[in-house]
């Protein structure tokens, strides 16, 4: 018996679908630390960054001379922000959608992921996730009452393995969700790999979602290309973008969705059974984003690649604890832990209590992820300094 159905009146009782899916980890150690109290964090995927005031100026000066800001929007988004994201598309993959058909903004990144899997998975439907993978991609799935499938990264570096993606391949199979940069791991897909992965697709008549939330944030190394661009697979991809932490728009929620006319037909019905716009406000904000100055996501971006370069010294002094790959992309690290045979939720929730650190036990991501921790270097470097020195006293204390 499912933890809802107990001691529920039956027609209170949660559905089949609610009961295949769990709050994730990232959002449930928060929530054990403020039980706990004075803990730092390498926890949620926050970068510290307040919003650009470039942004909230544009939106207030919105709100207070156009009634309309308050609104709902057209269903798929504002058509000036519509415009605005089509000539990104263009411009930083050379993808192009039309504006009028092809894009829609949506509640987050999320809400475009949820509408994607929604609008194209069925019951028993097989999705693959190359794992470890974001948390909510396999509960999305589930809530779908579709069947994640892990196709394993490669673990001595997180790369993806198309081979691994190939054997997943059934008759079932209807989809697979790429993230590049990844979350946990902070891998940038090779080119070959991503080129093998679509070549997969397009023989087995299969949907790529390309959730590319991080895109903007790698390190040494381009934007890594969409997997729309490559020959034949514009007509069965769905693009994924989020301005929550490019423009550190997280508690905005908005993002946006691209995908060929006939895929984005489908993907509006849910959008508009689910949320039917965007917020305004926040898509003035998105729009203000993209219109005005860039420098403030190379400053971000910048100050990013220092707290990873901070995070990885700190990994190297406690190299007898933990090993790790360095991320080539977004803010994340998973960390291997030495010191302990036990399951990194235990690990984590003792971190919390013992250690007064948030972590993410890396288990949440997937096969692949458990024995792995995964610290996000979002936070400021003094918050980042202060989680470490607790870590190694702790883990030194225990050793
Ligand atoms: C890989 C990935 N996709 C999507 C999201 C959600 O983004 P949004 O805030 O735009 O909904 C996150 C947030 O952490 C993420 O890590």
Request: glycine share 8%; net charge neutral.
């Amino acid at each position: 018996m499912s933890r809802h159905m107990a001691g529920q009146a039956p027609k209170t009782r949660g559905s089949r679908r609610v009961n295949l899916v769990e709050v994730s980890a990232t959002k449930l150690m928060p929530i054990i630390a403020a039980r706990v109290g004075g803990c730092v964090s390498l926890g949620q995927g926050v970068p510290s960054f307040a919003t650009p005031p470039h942004i909230v100026d544009a939106v207030s000066r919105t709100l207070r001379e156009d009634p309309a800001s308050g609104k709902y929007s057209l269903q798929p988004g504002m058509p000036a922000l519509r415009k605005a994201i089509a000539s990104v598309l263009d411009r930083e993959k050379g993808l192009r959608y039309s504006p009028e058909s092809e894009i829609a903004v949506t509640v987050g990144a999320m809400e475009a992921l949820l509408c994607a899997i929604l609008a194209f998975v069925d019951r028993g439907d097989e999705v693959i996730l190359p794992a470890p993978c974001y948390a909510s991609h396999i509960e999305q799935v589930q809530l779908a009452e579709g069947v994640p499938v892990f196709a394993s990264l490669r673990r001595a570096d997180w790369s993806l393995d198309a081979e691994a993606v190939r054997r997943a391949i059934t008759p079932r199979t209807k989809a697979i969700v790429l993230c590049s940069p990844g979350n946990p791991t902070g891998t940038v897909f090779d080119e070959a790999d991503m080129a093998a992965v679509c070549e997969l697709a397009m023989a087995h008549d299969l949907l790529v979602i390309s959730d590319e939330t991080y895109d903007y944030v790698t390190y040494g190394r381009p934007m890594p290309t969409s997997p729309a661009t490559y020959p034949g697979m514009r007509e069965r991809s769905v693009v994924i973008n989020s301005f929550s932490k490019k423009y550190a728009l997280t508690g905005w929620r908005v993002g946006y969705m691209a995908a060929a006319e006939p895929l984005m037909a489908d993907l509006l019905k849910i959008h508009d059974a689910s949320a039917i716009c965007a917020p305004t406000p926040a898509q003035h904000a998105a729009l203000a984003a993209l219109s005005g100055p860039q420098d403030v996501v190379d400053d971000m971006r910048q100050a990013l690649e220092r707290r990873r370069d901070l995070c990885c010294r700190r990994l190297d002094e406690l190299r007898d604890y933990f090993d790790y790959v360095a991320p080539g992309g977004a803010f994340y690290i998973m960390a291997r832990y030495k010191f302990s045979d036990a399951p990194s939720m235990e690990v984590a929730t003792r971190l919390i209590e013992e250690a007064r650190v948030i972590t993410i036990p890396g288990g949440s991501f997937g096969p692949g992820g458990e024995g792995h921790l995964r610290l996000s270097f979002g936070g400021e470097e003094s918050e980042i300094e202060e989680a470490f020195a607790r870590i190694g006293r702790w883990v030194k204390a225990k050793a």
